[in-house]
């Protein structure tokens, strides 16, 4: 009896080591891009790449998983690491041109004088210590 088991355990060791070696599975490919430099029109739109104040490398580096964009602007440039960053800076971008442009206007120096104005007066109401000296001077300028 005992020699009938191990025959039955040889066959179905023999049996399960040759079904393994002829339904090997091939390696796995490459699941991720190789590292390099890539075209950035491959990732970002024709209307991002270059605008008035801005423009976009025409290569990203990849490093695998994310490709680096350089943007330039003026004289300033920078490394930014995915295409959702990238629309953000070219955002902030045009975004600070326009915050400049709108402190050269008159209305924008009255309001800065209007808020400085208001500043004063509300430390001289804070403080009522400070009413002496060169703070009332000023609330009455």
């Given at each position: 009896?005992?020699?009938k088991?191990?025959?039955?355990a040889?066959?179905?060791a023999?049996t399960?080591?040759?079904?393994?070696?002829?339904?090997a599975?091939?390696?796995?490919a490459k699941?991720?891009?190789?590292?390099?430099?890539?075209p950035?029109?491959m990732?970002?739109?024709?209307d991002?790449?270059?605008?008035?104040l801005?423009?976009v490398?025409d290569?990203?580096?990849?490093d695998g998983?994310n490709?680096?964009?350089?943007l330039?602007s003026?004289?300033?440039?920078?490394?930014v690491t995915t295409?959702?960053?990238?629309?953000t800076r070219i955002?902030?971008?045009?975004?600070?041109?326009?915050?400049?442009e709108?402190?050269k206007t008159?209305e924008?120096?009255?309001?800065?004088?209007?808020?400085?104005?208001?500043t004063?007066?509300?430390r001289?109401?804070?403080?009522?210590s400070?009413?002496?000296?060169s703070?009332?001077?000023?609330?009455?300028?």
């Open positions: 009896m005992k020699s088991f191990i025959l039955v040889l066959t179905f023999a399960t080591a040759l079904a393994q070696a002829q339904f599975t091939p390696p796995a699941a991720f891009e190789v590292p390099g430099r890539v950035t029109k990732f970002i739109p024709s991002l790449i270059s605008g008035p801005h423009s490398g290569f990203a580096e990849n998983m490709n680096t964009y350089f330039y003026g004289n300033d440039a920078w490394a295409g959702i960053a990238l629309r955002r902030e971008i045009y975004a600070i041109a326009k915050l400049r709108m402190s008159d924008f120096a009255q309001a800065m004088a209007n808020v400085s104005s208001r004063r007066l509300a001289y109401k804070t403080f009522p400070a009413r002496r000296g703070l009332v001077a000023l609330v009455k300028a």
